[in-house]
């Protein structure tokens, strides 16, 4: 066991125990010395835990829990997605910290995730806000064998996955065609599906995710103040991020074993579940123009289908805006 699995080992053996448990069971169960036992003990304050020690009982964890690489891999045991934790406090961004891990080699379910990012991205060239100690800017790299056009079914998982875990924290979010997470109207998370490819094989797929969780509206900058929320400002409740991060990954373990085994119809019906903008007039935007109509749905591929001067127009890129 390395240096940073004795910290894991710790932490769960904390949780697990009720009460204190003894240094002496620590060490044995670790298979170090107790100073070594100590010595990771003080690593873990510093790292946020707040662990009492007391010299007859041993140690034990208080109900504050951090937001970190040891956290998040204790939450996650025993599950694909999160075998292998990267935790950063700072980092450009973390799909471009995943694809290079991926190129190096790392296994599916390998997660990427920062406190803040200096250059998170959106889609084309766009950015992603991302202030430190609040939100959750997550990635995960997918080894799907498939064909490239059948990995865009992915940004659905994403999103089935991210909308559950928001529901989960306790208010209803709405999917906004492609990638979006919205409540009431306003964006809470987003979604970049990055991929590395041949033509015919997807060697690796990088499943970004941002959420704000515990932004306040007068934190986020100016041109994105009325489009922008976050589940702190719709739920008036501050939310744990490591749990958030497990539920999310929960779920999207879940849903891309469905779309593995039974393909993109059944993720593409549960997304359907939190679409609502069938039926109503929208504004679609691409990078050289815009075009009006009416939401008529998706088609089995994903693709919206806009109603436009009698005609059914099939889009799979643009932004769609209510209008
Ligand atoms: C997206 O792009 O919505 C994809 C966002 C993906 C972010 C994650 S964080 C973890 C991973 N690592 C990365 O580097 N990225 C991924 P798009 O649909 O292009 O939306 C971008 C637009 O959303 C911007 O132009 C702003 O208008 C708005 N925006 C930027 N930051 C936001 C935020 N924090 N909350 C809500 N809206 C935001």
Known sequence: MGEKEQEVEIIRLLKAGAGYTSGQSLSASLGVSRTAVWKHIEALRKMGYAIEASPS????????????????????????????????????????KAFELAREGAPEGTIVVAET????KGRIGRKWESPAGMNL??????????????????????????????????????????????IGGRKTAGILLEMD??????????????????????????????????????TGSSIDRGLFTARLLSSMERWYGVYLSEGFVPVLEAWKGSFRTVGKPVKVTFFDRTIEGICAGVDSDGALLLEREGRLERIISGDVEAL
Do not use: C
């Not at 109900?63 to 956290?71: L, Q, T």
């Not at 995960?140 to 064909?147: N, Q, S, Y």
């Open 117 to 120: 990012q200096t250059r998170g």
């Open 197 to 234: 490819s041949e033509p015919d094989r997807v060697h690796f797929v990088v499943a970004g995710i941002g959420v704000n969780l515990n932004a306040r509206r007068d934190m986020f900058p100016e041109y994105i103040k009325d489009t922008a929320t976050s589940l702190f400002e719709e």
């Open 57 to 96: 009982k041993g140690y034990r964890l208080l109900e504050a829990r951090p937001f970190n690489g040891v956290e998040l891999q204790t939450l996650l045991s025993g599950k694909l997605f999160g075998r292998e934790v990267h935790f950063f406090d700072s980092i450009d961004s973390t799909n471009a």
């Open 137 to 182: 800017y997550l990635s995960v790299i997918l080894r799907p064998k498939v064909a490239p056009q059948g990995a865009q079914g992915l940004t659905f998982v994403a999103a089935v996955a991210a909308a559950e875990a928001v529901s989960a924290s306790g208010v209803k979010p709405a999917v906004k065609w492609p990638n979006d997470i919205l």
